[in-house]
């Protein structure tokens, strides 16, 4: 089976009223801390409006974290291609990609608030086409055309970027929900995708078909998508047990449901929880849940059940929020890491194997056992020491598995 990648997705969506510098150097140490336990990638969205998603300029952002990570790709989950000229927008990422040596990746999506368009007197119906037009210009830059161009919304006369990625090739990522317009998208260009809507019950449900549009779109175009490029957003907080899980969880949980999903973006289909112990069970524990808030074997269970449902993708992307406190999120992720992946990935395989062979086949050991005890018979004051030594917490210490039973072989000794 295919190694699953495992990243994080930060909106971010902090409450109203954190100190915003705090915030920043908050999720900085995030990155820090996953890439030091290992994860993948680490992706950042742009938002302009709504209070709880600070962070205009993922690249910006992104530029920081590379200074303080080593290995983690570094994505903008998503640039908002509308509202920038193209040409901007391939210059800095080129910049990120170099001052992070190699490590960005360009995810792009037609803007999620519209809040945000409104600020730019931007007509929703056009974004997407835009994104569009901006995507094709943009991979026309990054193999070094000189590009000629004019659009209702932006003119472009023989520009070509002076310095090209440092990758031969950056990957491209496009944002999808339940529409088919982000898969299909996807597939005319032949990139991948990072599906958004897999955060709620209808999302996951619609996997299968969504990857369908991907597909028939590629062929539609010429063009080939890899589930090796799909990525798959989920949320969870995980503890040592669901009751912990779920008491670090509730308080936070209800506070961004209700003041941010319902209060701020009001989605029509979302209603506010009563109290946290609703907002977990509804969110976690009911039949339509899509997060997973308990132990790391309950994370298991829901991505190996992702995987079946959806027929297979290339990375994990845990939403980021602030159910928890900061020392149980960063708690949780540390757990994800040391427990989830290798379970999943199958890098403790080799070792379970190990042990239960040197559990269940001691005969081949005794051998190495006789050959000890020969080497201590030639030695008459090995033999006189060993008569006389108290108690026997050898095998306590060492780690070998050839230690002979003591106390029966002091037996033996009593007897000649």
Request: glycine residues 10%.
């Amino acid at each position: 089976m295919p190694r699953l990648n495992f990243g994080a997705f930060l909106a971010p969506h902090h409450p109203v009223g954190e100190h915003p510098m705090l915030q920043f150097r908050r999720d900085l140490d995030l990155v820090e801390q996953l890439d030091r336990l290992g994860y993948d990638e680490f992706w950042c969205g742009e938002h302009h409006s709504s209070g709880w998603e600070m962070i205009g300029s993922p690249e910006m952002f992104l530029a920081a974290a590379g200074e303080r990570s080593k290995r983690i790709k570094l994505a903008t989950g998503v640039i908002s291609l509308p509202y920038h000229h193209p040409f901007n927008v391939a210059q800095r990422m080129v910049q990120l990609d170099w001052m992070t040596g190699g490590r960005a990746i360009f995810g792009s999506g037609p803007g999620a608030l519209a809040s945000d368009a409104h600020t730019r007197g931007i007509d929703p119906m056009v974004q997407r086409d835009r994104q569009d037009e901006a995507i094709g210009i943009i991979r026309r830059l990054f193999n070094g055309e000189r590009v000629t161009a004019k659009s209702d919304w932006f003119t472009m006369q023989d520009a070509a970027l002076q310095l090209l990625p440092l990758q031969e090739e950056m990957p491209f990522a496009v944002a999808s929900q339940i529409s088919p317009s982000g898969m299909t998208l996807a597939g005319k260009h032949g990139i991948g995708i990072i599906s958004i809507g897999s955060m709620s019950s209808e999302g996951l449900n619609a996997l299968p078909t969504q990857w369908g549009f991907a597909e028939a779109a590629a062929a539609k175009h010429g063009k080939t998508v890899d589930r090796k490029d799909w990525r798959v957003l989920l949320s969870w907080h995980i503890a040592e047990t669901r009751e912990k899980a779920r008491a670090e969880a509730r308080e936070g949980l209800l506070r961004h449901h209700n003041q941010y999903i319902v209060g701020t973006l009001q989605r029509p289909d979302a209603k506010p929880f009563s109290d946290p112990d609703e907002a977990v069970d509804k969110t976690a524990f009911s039949n339509g849940s899509s997060a997973t808030i308990g132990t790391p074997d309950d994370l298991v269970a829901r991505i190996k059940s992702v995987l079946e449902v959806s027929g297979g993708f290339g990375t994990l992307v845990g939403f980021v929020h602030d159910w928890a406190n900061p020392e149980n999120t960063t708690r949780s992720w540390d757990m994800v890491a040391r427990y989830v992946v290798p379970e999943i990935n199958g890098y403790l395989a080799g070792l379970h194997q190990s042990q239960h062979f040197v559990a269940t086949n001691r005969g081949v050991f005794d051998r190495a056992k006789d050959a000890i005890m020969a080497k201590i018979n030639e030695n008459e004051a090995a033999v006189a020491a060993l008569s006389v030594t108290k108690g026997s917490r050898l095998g306590d210490v060492a780690s070998a598995s050839n230690v002979p039973d003591l106390d029966k072989v002091r037996a033996q000794v009593g007897q000649r």
